[in-house]
């Protein structure tokens, strides 16, 4: 049973550019959430989507925003990069259904800005 | 909005000693408590958990019980080992099945042989 999987694995942008980011759920999970870590820092919560819909959101700017696909895939996008963008971005899973449902991480994408 | 403080590290120990980590927490209602813990170079995984006040979460000899009346969540082993070494993150979700994680700032643990 394959786990949270995230791509890629590392980035290298300049300010400015767009990124894209994805993740596929852990089989069985309808729910995909994004984090981005910052160095040394707890993760932050992005965003959270479930039936291809944006249901709840962090304290991120519009320049952050996402898609779920009818598979449950994700992607996260982010434009007009900025150096405070490089970040390890943690994408999650659960099923929605069941209450408290624990979620799963990915291994992160490694975005570095410069 | 809830947030989540954990003690500040690093904490550095031998190995076969005590540890304990500290976490404590704000919300309104009754969140469920996590932790996670992160090795060098991956993602989180979940190490436990517990969703109600006087819940015992257990694994890999790691325990932490929800304490309501003060609020923490703190996590304890009896004897640490070098494998042990990681970054340990406290988690709250809350009661209204948002499934939205908030964590703690992070404690990095190093065990020496």
């Known amino acids: 049973d394959a786990g949270v999987t995230q791509s890629p694995t590392h980035l290298i942008k300049t300010r400015g550019q767009q990124v894209t980011l994805r993740c596929s759920p852990k089989?069985?999970?309808?729910?995909v959430s994004w984090y981005q870590q910052a160095l040394g820092q707890g993760p932050q919560f992005i965003f959270q989507y479930y039936e291809e819909e944006e249901r709840q959101r962090g304290n991120f700017p519009d320049r952050f925003s996402g898609h779920q696909f009818p598979n449950y895939s994700s992607e996260l996008n982010v434009n007009a990069l900025l150096l405070g963008d490089s970040a390890l971005y943690l994408c999650?899973?659960?099923?929605?259904?069941?209450?408290?449902?624990?979620?799963?991480f990915g291994p992160g994408t490694r975005l570095l800005v410069l | 909005g809830d947030s989540v403080t954990q003690m500040e590290g690093p904490v550095t120990l031998s190995e076969e000693a005590f540890l304990t980590i500290n976490c404590t927490y704000t919300a309104t209602g009754y969140p469920s408590l996590f932790w996670y813990v992160q090795y060098p170079g991956e993602g989180l995984q979940l190490l436990l958990k517990a969703t109600k006040a006087d819940d015992k979460g257990s694994n890999k000899g790691f325990e932490a019980t929800y304490r309501k009346e003060t609020t923490s969540f703190h996590l304890e082993k009896g004897s640490v080992q070098v494998s042990d070494s990681a970054v340990y993150f406290c988690a709250l979700s809350d009661d209204q099945g948002a499934q939205k994680l908030v964590f703690g700032q992070g404690t990095r643990l190093t065990i020496n042989p």
């Open positions: 999650a899973s659960s099923f929605r259904g069941r209450w408290q449902e624990t979620q799963y």
């Open positions: 089989s069985g999970h309808d729910t």
